[in-house]
């Protein structure tokens, strides 16, 4: 009788179940490969699903995903410009509510533009920015007033607004 192989590698090991071609197979060594290839299936889901969840904020943002708002100078293999696009904006504005993103980002791109050493790869820039977004809620401590455009708080605003009578 010719006999086949069903090969299944599992790590280093290699597993062989021989029967004929008049047989399906054993049936014991069939069903444990097709447990084993589902368990690898699964472990292979969940890797990339959590890559996918770590780099989610660093995925690039498609062209289509809305206008260019500013252009950040970069350096490194990737490209020697960033762009920030409007979704990617309205999404760090609603993670920042307190927060006048558009002045931050503006902030960060003159800084990273009068500092050509201190520049950032494309790859590099979304974390940049967040963290900027963070030390600048942080420097703000408890007082949490949302800052307008100029960088003043609506109470500082109002303040003014009040010396000025």
Request: proline share 4%; net charge positive; hydrophobic share 40%.
């Amino acid at each position: 009788m010719v006999g086949f192989h069903l090969t299944l590698f599992m790590g280093m090991r290699e597993k062989r179940c021989r029967g004929s071609l008049l047989e399906r197979s054993c049936g014991v060594c069939e069903d444990s490969a097709i447990q084993e290839l589902l368990r690898r299936v699964e472990r292979l889901e969940a890797a990339i699903a959590k890559i996918l969840e770590e780099q989610a904020p660093t995925l690039p943002i498609r062209a289509e995903d809305g206008e260019v708002i500013l252009v950040f100078p970069t350096q490194g293999a990737h490209g020697s410009e960033w762009r920030l696009r409007r979704r990617q904006l309205d999404e760090w504005q609603r993670l920042f509510p307190g927060l006048d993103v558009m002045t931050e980002c503006r902030h960060a791109l003159a800084w990273v533009s009068a500092q050509p050493a201190h520049r950032k790869t494309v790859k590099g820039m979304p974390k940049f920015l967040v963290s900027w977004f963070t030390r600048s809620v942080d420097r703000r401590g408890n007082n949490r007033q949302p800052l307008l455009g100029d960088g003043k708080s609506k109470l500082t605003h109002a303040l003014e607004k009040a010396s000025d009578w």
